[in-house]
């Protein structure tokens, strides 16, 4: 019965010893739920919703959230793909459309499992940050009563004071940075703080993200403009081609400048297994902060974008603009402009419209609208016509395809004004009677019949499309990420451990050396972490004693004595 209680009291001692190893919230093993009502339910689920599961889980269910916003168009980036998106799947759009997936990050449920991972994150970290500063501000807990029952020990007897052993030891364990202080007949330190300090700023990294990541997505801009050479760019409102927002975004918050493209250029590898692939892409623009700012030029490359104030400059895309002529009959310039044309492939083949909405008249005197399809090819190859063979301008050819009649720009109806709606539109015809369609090099003019007019392909600029973006604190973002990744690599790596050495004076007045070490999981660094020390104190403070002789045994008779 003694011995019971001995060693429950021996148990009770070590766990108090290897207590606060971490700031892990302790399992409370309570059986069935809560009887106490909605007080009961209330703390019960506010346990487990502070929980490490939970928000491991949180974390899971926000990751997978987000796939379908990556792999389904989303009313946010392109409205014409989720536009196509319906109009080729029937069945599952209006499904989608129940379970918000055009709309992902901003949908109920993904809201709430932002929402629930937030307060989870917080509801953890607050009480463990309340734990761990008191343990910095307490002392390592004194040793347990049997140190044999550590993972790691070592024993040794030495004929220097017991209390000279424990200054030796002391002063040893703060010289390898442990806190470490005298606790009785031992010395107790401790090592490795910097693991629960990588925990916690790793989880305050993630709600730094988090935070991050909600108010980007509330206060953000984004907008795209087309730009040909020689043509310019105002932040404003109605400069932009396309343009979208958070949902606190003001557009009071845009910022005051403005810039011009002056040149476009891009050059190419001739030859090999990379043909076509760009190798200069860049932009050179002269820009102006403010409305009165004196011009600055710069020079913007893909992945390099041009820095003013909170907003960012990206150069995203290129292509051509043939610039074209338009005459009626008697020969009055009724449109001279260059017409951005969309690339088809990776070696900008493109394709287009001209359109002539005001000014034109017939023959016959009648105002009309024109509109000629544009198909461009940088490089003309012979045998090649559906397509060019190379991306830079090295021999353009312009094939043209005029129509008469009515746009119907005045319908209320948007219209793209890269695709023709040949709906009130009527094709010219050659004199086969099959539609009008020629081939034009920079300099030659197609005419169209019966003295309708003509239209010249003057040359070819290039245009660049450009993203400007507001993003605010993309910079805690970063920082967040940052910060969690080496916080977790500090709690993965860094291990918090624990180390006793005793002294006391045995039996015979020799002192009697102990020493044990205690990590919060089992690693082969304890018990080497343990040696080495052990080997520096018993070199330089406590060398080895003697062991005593043994007590000779009366039933067997000393050496020389008679039988």
């Not at 003001?250 to 001739?270: H, I, M, V």
């Not at 024109?370 to 003309?380: G, H, I, M, N, V």
């Not at 004076?505 to 040696?531: F, I």
Request: hydrophobic share 40%; charged share 20%; glycine share 10%.
């Amino acid at each position: 019965m003694s011995n019971m209680t001995t060693d429950r009291a021996d148990e009770q001692d070590l766990g108090a010893a290897g207590s606060q190893l971490s700031t892990a919230p302790k399992e409370e093993l309570s059986g069935g739920l809560p009887t106490m009502g909605v007080i009961g339910w209330a703390r019960w689920f506010w346990r487990q919703l502070t929980s490490m599961r939970v928000a491991l889980l949180l974390l899971l269910l926000l990751a997978l959230g987000a796939i379908p916003g990556s792999l389904i168009p989303q009313t946010g980036n392109d409205e014409r793909k989720v536009a196509n998106f319906r109009d080729k799947h029937e069945i599952l759009a209006p499904i989608y459309d129940k379970l918000g997936l055009f709309n992902v990050y901003s949908s109920v449920w993904f809201s709430a499992v932002y929402i629930l991972l937030f307060i989870s994150l917080i509801g953890c970290i607050v009480p463990r940050t309340w734990q761990f500063v008191g343990q910095l501000r307490g002392r390592p807990p004194g040793a347990p009563r049997r140190l044999t029952r550590l993972p790691a020990y070592t024993t040794w007897r030495t004929e220097a004071e017991p209390e000279q052993v424990r200054e030796a030891a002391l002063a040893l364990l703060k010289k390898k940075r442990f806190r470490a202080h005298v606790a009785g007949d031992a010395v107790a330190a401790e090592k490795g703080y910097l693991r629960e300090v990588g925990n916690l700023l790793f989880h305050v990294a993630l709600i730094v993200m988090l935070i991050a990541f909600a108010w980007g997505q509330l206060f953000k801009m984004e907008g795209n403009k087309l730009i040909v050479e020689g043509d310019g760019f105002s932040n404003t409102l109605t400069q932009y081609d396309d343009f979208k927002s958070g949902t606190l975004f003001s557009t009071d918050e845009l910022t005051p400048f403005s810039f011009n493209l002056k040149a476009f250029t891009g050059t190419y590898e001739p030859t090999g297994p990379s043909r076509g692939t760009p190798r200069t892409f860049q932009a050179s623009l002269t820009y102006a902060k403010g409305a009165y700012g004196k011009d600055k030029p710069t020079i913007v490359k893909v992945n390099e974008p041009l820095e003013i104030d909170d907003s960012k400059v990206y150069l995203t895309a290129h292509g051509y603009a043939p610039v074209v002529t338009v005459r009626d009959g008697k020969g009055k310039v009724v449109f001279s402009d260059a017409v951005p044309l969309l690339p088809l492939d990776s070696y900008v083949t493109s394709s287009g419209v001209v359109k002539v909405y005001d000014g034109y008249k017939n023959a016959k005197g009648v105002s009309e609208q024109l509109a000629f399809k544009a198909f461009f090819l940088p490089t003309y190859t012979a045998g090649s016509e559906v397509s060019s063979s190379f991306p830079a301008l090295i021999n353009p050819v312009l094939n043209l395809e005029p129509y008469y009649g009515d746009l119907g720009v005045n319908s209320g109806i948007p219209q793209s004004v890269y695709q023709l709606d040949k709906k009130n539109m009527k094709g010219f015809k050659n004199s086969k009677g099959k539609q009008l369609r020629e081939n034009l090099r920079p300099g030659e003019t197609m005419k169209l019949p019966n003295g309708a007019g003509s239209i010249t392909y003057e040359g070819t600029k290039e245009w660049a499309n450009f993203q400007i973006t507001q993003q605010p604190a993309s910079g805690w973002a970063l920082a967040g990420s940052l910060v969690a990744i080496f916080g977790l690599a500090a709690s993965l790596f860094i291990q918090r451990r624990r180390v006793w050495v005793r002294a006391v004076k045995g039996a015979d007045g020799v002192t009697v050396v102990e020493m044990a070490g205690l990590g919060r999981s089992e690693s082969a660094k304890v018990p080497e972490e343990l040696g080495d020390l052990a080997g520096i104190l018993y070199e330089h403070a406590a060398p080895g004693a003697p062991e005593p002789d043994p007590e000779p045994d009366p039933a067997v008779p000393a050496e020389g004595a008679e039988k």
